[in-house]
């Protein structure tokens, strides 16, 4: 129940109230199409592939590798690392946060806050986030979605937000790109 929880803390949280606060500023909503992943097939993908693990430890379908009050105590801080850092990261882009590309939208390059050191820090947090929920429920599915969540947020990242931020901002991303790591401070960054 505790990783359920923590999973309908990251939707209120880091989907429903930046999705609010972006309606109440904008009057649209940041979803977008496009290129890459619908935003909303994201979220949906995203929420279904985190929901396995709790649910199969909750049925007691998965055994739990892991023992112990402390690794749930673990999952739970990491959890939250993950829902805080994903939220502060979302509104330091202020209006450029959207789910989804579009190619036809062209947003500002954020480069403040979270961004100063990393170029993706809301989907590393998003793996962190996944990373804690593993911990609460340390069944061998929680690591295969961790495993997932990473690869398909790397894939994303390199082939749908790294080649639309190049084309709408050319040498000032690929300036920024190379003193800010992909998910990691200094690790990824490009060449210039």
């Known amino acids: ?19 609010w ?13 496009g290129a890459g992943m619908n935003g909303v097939v994201a979220v949906v993908a995203l929420t279904a592939g985190l929901l396995v693990a709790p649910v199969l430890d909750l049925s007691d379908a998965a055994a739990r590798i892991i023992h112990g009050a402390w690794v749930t ?3 739970v ?3 939250v690392l993950g829902v805080l850092v994903t939220v502060w990261a979302q509104f330091a882009m202020g209006d450029s946060w959207r789910i989804g590309v ?3 939208e062209r947003t500002d390059l954020v480069t403040t806050g979270p961004f100063r050191w990393v170029r993706n820090p809301i989907y590393t947090s998003m793996v962190v986030f996944a990373v804690g929920i593993a911990l609460v429920v340390p069944n061998r599915a ?31 991303y690929r300036r920024y790109a190379s003193h800010a790591g992909r998910f990691l401070p200094g690790v990824g960054r490009l060449a210039h």
């Open 1 to 19: 129940m505790v990783a359920l929880g923590l999973e309908v803390a990251f939707g209120v949280f880091a989907i429903g109230l930046r999705w």
């Open 21 to 33: 606060v972006y309606w109440r500023r904008t009057g649209g909503s940041p979803f977008r199409g």
């Open 73 to 75: 105590g673990l999952g």
């Open 77 to 79: 801080a990491v959890a």
């Open 102 to 104: 579009d190619d036809n």
């Open 142 to 172: 929680a690591f295969v979605t961790v495993a997932a969540v990473a690869a398909a947020l790397e894939y994303h990242v390199r082939a749908v937000e790294e080649p639309y931020l190049e084309r709408t901002h050319g040498g000032a």
